[in-house]
């Protein structure tokens, strides 16, 4: 013990470590006061240039603060600790501390329980600034070794505080502050993790959904209807399906929930996850976690680096527990699962006249990062033909000889061997077959066979089919391509020179000209 009641003790701030002195009824002798582990601590200021200190394990730093390996935080209370970590964790994180990190739910000798938060001590600088949060939280803030932690330096002592007596105890904890002294006794220890799983999100109304991905849990018979709609609205999502132990024992079937990841939402769908029940919507704020929309959690999680990125935790508002995932099921694009459409086909399987049924999709267009290995056509707009008449000033004679055209009214489709992928127009496009060419930058899925895709488009054979970025495609004739070297010159228009012989004029024979006497009725025989 640390000895017995040194006239009367200061009260604790409310958490039941101090007490008082009680009046006793007139009459009735006062009872035999028990020795407990409460004094108040004779502490002494560090002076500078001291070099010996009374506390194990506590030295001084290159700037003559006194501190030990490992610093500590007594906190009356779990509210308290949950308000520490929210004030610690809004400029910076735990990432420092993580590793050495240690809850631990303390007793005293009077019964009294509190909140022990160590950790490696690092350096003065963090501890000054453990302790200012410490100060706002109402926490006192400890440095030490193992057992024995000595109170931290404050403005009324700038180098620290040794302490002046050394209390021999068993007990696993021994405070020295300077209002009290106190041996603890560890209860039990509180994980990290556990401590974040069980705090509720607190409600934010003002919270809206903007670009960022997003996780979307649907239940069971909600799903299906989901996909399909993702599917129908060309919205970029993948899609798994989750399972959780039975909610209770007289359940005998896991929990499955459909579980969408949507990089983003378009803005016309938004409303829909607040006002549809069964879908909850939740805004990823790390790796491995993710808070429902319209929520906020107290402690900033993306500043505490403990949870799984393999897996995810998804905290639920409305008082319901978090939902939690060791590993992420398997997802998968959404386009991969929509349903497929049933057609009656003339042919049928069985041998039988009647028609049987077939399994048709149509074929898709999907983004593809991958780079194609060459480049053969290029699709130029209706408005940019001028260009491509400009350009034509600038292209080689490899080029020009070796490239084909065709104009449509859906643009200029230009081919060739070598030299296409110059041209700075239109869109790119790649071979997938000899007559069947897709844009640079996509893929068709399903991903059948070249020949099967052939085949199933008709087998042209004297047209080339151009898939367009839209889905749609264009089947141009073979006769259409003419070579480009002669679509680009056009004939000029000759003007022959006028040419008359000299020898003609002088052969030609002169008019001889002579006077009559006109007479008396010189106007006779004229028709008037």
Same mark, same amino acid.
């Given at each position: ?301 993306? &500043?505490?680096? @403990? ?5 995810? /935790?998804? +905290?639920?508002?409305? *008082?319901? =527990?978090?939902? $939690? ?116 930058? &996509?893929?068709? @899925? ?5 020949? /099967?895709? +052939?085949?199933?488009? *008709?087998? =042209?054979?004297? $047209? ?65």
């Amino acid at each position: 013990m640390l000895g017995s009641l040194r006239g009367s003790a200061p009260q604790r701030n409310g958490n039941g470590a101090g007490f008082g002195w009680a009046k006793l009824p007139a009459g009735k002798a006062s009872p035999a006061l028990p020795r407990v582990a409460y004094d108040a601590a004779v502490l002494e200021r560090i002076a500078v240039h001291q070099t010996r200190l009374r506390v194990p394990g506590v030295g001084l730093d290159a700037r003559g603060v006194a501190l030990g390996s490992r610093g500590l935080v007594l906190l009356p209370s779990l509210d308290r600790l949950i308000a520490f970590l929210a004030v610690y964790t809004e400029q910076q994180t735990l990432g420092g501390l993580a590793e050495s990190l240690r809850i631990e739910i303390v007793r005293s000798k009077l019964g009294t329980r509190e909140v022990a938060l160590s950790f490696d001590a690092g350096g003065s600088d963090r501890m000054d600034r453990i302790g200012e949060v410490a100060r706002l939280t109402g926490g006192f803030t400890f440095t030490g070794t193992s057992r024995h932690f000595v109170q931290y330096r404050d403005a009324g002592a700038p180098f620290g505080y040794d302490a002046t007596e050394i209390t021999a105890t068993d007990q696993p904890l021994a405070l020295y502050h300077t209002t009290f002294s106190q041996v603890y006794d560890v209860e039990r220890t509180v994980e990290l993790e556990s401590l974040l799983l069980r705090l509720m999100p607190h409600a934010d109304p003002g919270a809206e959904l903007g670009s960022e991905p997003v996780w979307i849990l649907a239940e069971s018979g909600l799903g299906p209807s989901v996909l399909s709609y993702f599917a129908r609205s060309n919205v970029d999502a993948e899609v798994g399906v989750a399972e959780w132990p039975p909610e209770t024992s007289f359940d005998d079937q896991p929990v499955r929930r459909f579980l969408f990841r949507v990089e983003q939402l378009p803005p016309r769908m938004r409303p829909l996850l607040k006002g549809t029940p069964g879908l909850t919507a939740f805004v990823p704020v790390t790796p491995g976690a993710a808070v429902e929309h319209g929520y906020h959690h107290p402690i900033a999680l993306e &500043a505490c680096p @403990v949870f799984d990125a393999e897996g995810l /935790v998804m +905290f639920r508002g409305r *008082g319901e =527990p978090a939902l $939690r995932l060791g590993q992420l099921p398997v997802l998968a694009d959404i386009r991969s699962l929509q349903r497929a459409d049933v057609v009656a086909d003339e042919a049928a399987l069985t041998g039988k006249n009647e028609a049987s049924p077939t399994v048709r999709i149509p074929v898709r267009l999907l983004p593809d990062p991958a780079s194609p290995s060459s480049v053969t056509a290029v699709l130029v707009p209706p408005d940019e033909l001028q260009l491509l008449r400009r350009l034509a000033y600038a292209l080689s004679t490899e080029t020009i000889r070796d490239t084909r055209i065709a104009i449509t009214n859906a643009g200029a489709f230009v081919m060739g061997t070598a030299g296409v992928a110059t041209v700075p127009l239109g869109f790119l496009y790649w071979s997938l077959h000899s007559r069947v060419l897709v844009p640079c930058g &996509a893929r068709l @899925v399903p991903a059948v066979g070249a020949e /099967v895709l +052939f085949e199933a488009l *008709g087998a =042209p054979g004297d $047209r080339i089919i151009f898939f367009r970025t839209d889905g749609s495609a264009v089947a141009v004739p073979d006769k259409a391509f003419v070579p480009l070297e002669s679509a680009l010159l056009e004939a000029q228009k000759w003007a022959p020179i006028q040419v008359t012989e000299l020898e003609e004029v002088f052969e030609t024979d002169l008019p001889t000209v002579w006077l009559d006497e006109l007479g008396l009725s010189a106007l006779r025989g004229v028709n008037g």
